[in-house]
């Protein structure tokens, strides 16, 4: 290790409270409407008028509530029960159940189709938000959406979880998260993210039948959405899980390749815990050899002729969170110190060219010349505190754990 532990783990802990907690305290909160503003520009400007997300919402809600669980300080707590109130007030469909997709700047639901990957992120936090303060009531919301998922969002035929629904839980033929994503019936993306709210789920609520889907779903994974080399996540698919797409996302592998590990943990399937180290391995080792620029950032994607882009939005600030997390979360599994490295190279990059030491938070990405992406938002639906916020936790946790490497198979 360049550093010893305690080093590194002071530059996140820095990292955490005094940059992106405080970030989102300080320059978010949504005065004049309630809750948090949708968009915040590279230059601080908050724009007038931009919706809000559940996705962002969420996730702050997320953050603020691990982060009063690791500190259990008052004004992370006053966040996280922000979040909450405004979730409850605004996203909740009250005639058809479940959580719109978008409010517009007053809380009013300007896209209210059922997203599945949104519940997902609302599931994680309000079990984490029950996980940090013991409310009852987020346990049971969380519980509840759980149960809507599985009522509406699952395919009993071919298993996995579609994409979206309309507002009253119908079929509908616009799917895509977003203009970027492609507009198939199912994804990675809705998946990992499933797999991660359920995670969160079952760490507080033992149910027998969550038990059951989150067993299936790392299943459904490691036969449909990785490929057969078991090192890139196969990105869209169509309801009987043929593939529909040939690009490659770095970031979503290396992510994966813990959140598959974390899920299996907390499930105690030691058998499936073996399958999933050893594919979590070999994604890592895929994503180390394939992905990762000279000066330790990790590219965004490439296709299946390994051409990356390296054009501009290029290495967005994502992948590099996932990479110092997948690439320490492959040392652990291992020992192999080529991983360490690359998740201290990762960090390094990240803090030099990702973070933003003037106004707080990180860049969204930065272009070909190492420069920070002028246009892009640095608050928004998409740019939120948790890949970067989780990274810190992440490893907060695992370098002040008392045994660094796991036994692997």
Known sequence: MKNSPQVWLNELEEELKGNILRFWMEHTLDEAHGGFVGEIDNQMNVIAGAEKSLVLNARILWTFASAYRLYGTAEY??????????????????EHGGLFWMV?????????????YGHSFAIYALAEFHHATGRADALQQAVDLFHMVEKYGYDPIYKGYIEALSREWQMTDNLSLSSKDMNEKKSMNTHLHVLEGYTGLYRVWKSEELKSKLAELIETMLEHIIDADGKHFHLFLDEEWHVKSESISFGHDIEGSWLLVEAAEVLGDEDLLQRVRKVAISMADAVLAEGIAEDGGIWNEADKSGFIDKSEESRDWWPQAEAIVGFYNAYQLTGDQRFLEAAENAWAFTDKYIVDHKYGEWYWGIDEALQPLAHAPKVSAWKCPYHNSRACFEMIGRLTSTSTIKETK
């Open 77 to 94: 707590l006053k966040m996280a029960e922000r979040a909450f109130d405004y979730l409850n007030q605004h996203f909740i469909d009250k």
């Open 104 to 116: 517009d700047a007053y809380g009013v639901p300007s896209q209210p189709k059922k997203q599945i």
